[in-house]
């Protein structure tokens, strides 16, 4: 089955600064990357997703690459700002099953 | 439509007491997702239904849990008899499945304490 490993689990930048967090999956058959963002008391929400037809997405301050040759996808998030600071998961599914399996998650503080 | 509604939102309960969580998911979804959330574990998969079928039920823990959907818009999750190492927090989610668009849409989740 999937497996999706995430890096890094905790990541403190200051206010302005990028944020990178990625993340590796093993499942070649995978081909849906979404990623969410759990803050505190809540459940994860998805901010943004990335098919494998593409090699990059963008959303504002938030970017998203996938290389699938290398199986691995990136999450970016530029100019930081105090309330991007949660817990950001990455999961992969694919078309064949609509199940998504999570990454580990990573505790990002922006820092005033 | 309100999103995704789990009750209850915290649970404390003795061990060997049965615990029963609920979900109702997003009015028209067709896939309904358990899952259970640790410090230690991450998000881990415990079952999941298409159209009200059990369709992977492979990251159960053991037998003492079990999960229902008896229609398109209610679910259950038990546990029985709970353990103190089942402590954790347990989300529902929901999603209408294509090819254009899988995205999950989660509850606010049970907090479940076995003491």
């Known amino acids: 089955g999937e497996n999706v490993e995430q890096h890094p689990s905790t990541l403190s930048v200051q206010e302005g600064d990028s944020a990178v967090i990625k993340c590796t999956y093993s499942?070649?058959?995978?081909?849906?990357f979404p990623w969410y963002k759990q803050e505190l008391g809540k459940g994860p929400q998805l901010i943004i997703d990335?098919?494998?037809?593409?090699g990059e997405k963008k959303d504002q301050r938030i970017a998203v690459t996938l290389n699938k040759t290398a199986k691995h996808f990136s999450l970016h998030i530029t100019e930081t700002q105090p309330e991007d600071s949660a817990v950001y998961f990455c999961?992969?599914?694919?078309?064949?099953?609509?199940?998504?399996?999570f990454g580990t998650g990573t505790r990002l503080q922006v820092f005033p | 439509d309100a999103g995704v509604i789990q009750s209850p939102r915290h649970e404390v309960t003795e061990m060997g007491q049965e615990v029963t969580l609920r979900c109702k998911p997003i009015?028209?979804?067709?896939?309904l997702f358990w899952y259970r959330q640790t410090m230690m574990r991450g998000l881990e998969l415990l079952i999941y239904?298409?159209?009200?079928?059990?369709?992977?039920d492979s990251g159960m823990p053991e037998d003492r849990f079990s999960a229902k959907m008896p229609n398109a818009s209610f679910s259950t999750l038990k546990i029985q008899p709970s353990e103190p190492r089942d402590s954790a927090v347990y989300f529902c989610?929901?999603?209408?499945?294509?090819?254009?668009?899988?995205?999950?849409?989660f509850g606010q989740g049970t907090r479940l304490t076995v003491v």
């Open positions: 989610a929901s999603s209408l499945p294509d090819r254009s668009d899988t995205e999950a849409f």
């Open positions: 499942d070649s058959a995978s081909n849906y």
């Open positions: 990335i098919r494998s037809n593409v």
């Open positions: 999961a992969a599914a694919s078309y064949n099953t609509d199940k998504l399996i």
């Open positions: 009015s028209g979804h067709n896939s």
């Open positions: 239904f298409n159209n009200n079928v059990p369709i992977d």
